[in-house]
């Protein structure tokens, strides 16, 4: 990958940073447009900032964030070495509320934006609404977890819980979520240790 990409990313964070398309930026402290390496070959797509990732202008700061770099960290993924961490909204719900239809409607250029230029060999649809962008099914997350889908320009796309219904489910007993998210993320690093 050339270097274009730093410079077609940059104009997509000023975008945002200037973007007035929906009344979220009328309370957002920051603009959360990334973490991690923008040329990994394993992109995770999540929901929309909290209060600290608003605060911070970081994705996955706050204690859901935490506990997702501990998953990722379990099977060496790190937003410092290997992954590239983003968002379905680029804005932060008043009071960490669902994301509006309408919301999703005029962020997913950005998010489009960013797949189309980095191509991720993976994504990680984190959670129903990230999901939701990309899948067009009525089946939970519960259902489509630890399932590959083809995704954008051939990519491998797998939905996993979110890490936020982790926090709420601390068993960790065989067929619990936090059980069944180490079966994914085993899966995931074994995809990714396959590609060439
Ligand atoms: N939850 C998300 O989905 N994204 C974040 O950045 C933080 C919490």
Not at 21 to 48: D, H, Q, W, Y
Not at 104 to 133: H, M, T
């Amino acid at each position: 990958m050339d270097t274009e990409y730093i410079e077609k990313l940059n104009n997509i964070k000023d975008r945002c940073q200037n973007c007035h398309k929906c009344s979220l930026c009328n309370s957002r402290t920051n603009i959360v447009f990334s973490a991690g390496i923008p040329n990994s070959k394993i992109m995770l797509i999540g929901e929309a900032p909290g209060y600290y990732e608003d605060q911070k202008g970081e994705p996955f700061v706050g204690k859901a964030g935490q506990l997702l770099d501990q998953i990722l960290g379990c099977v060496g993924f790190s937003r410092k070495v290997n992954i590239y961490i983003c968002n379905t909204l680029k804005c932060r719900p008043p009071e960490n509320r669902d994301p509006l239809p309408e919301e999703k409607q005029a962020c997913w250029e950005y998010l489009k934006s960013q797949v189309d230029i980095l191509q991720p060999r993976i994504i990680l649809l984190c959670g129903r609404v990230a999901v939701n962008s990309f899948l067009d099914t009525k089946l939970g997350i519960t259902k489509l977890r630890g399932k590959w889908f083809e995704g954008p320009h051939f990519s491998k796309m797998m939905p996993i819980f979110h890490p936020s219904y982790l926090l709420r489910n601390p068993s960790k007993e065989k067929g619990s979520p936090k059980w069944l998210m180490w079966q994914d993320i085993k899966e995931i690093r074994r995809v990714y240790d396959q590609l060439n």
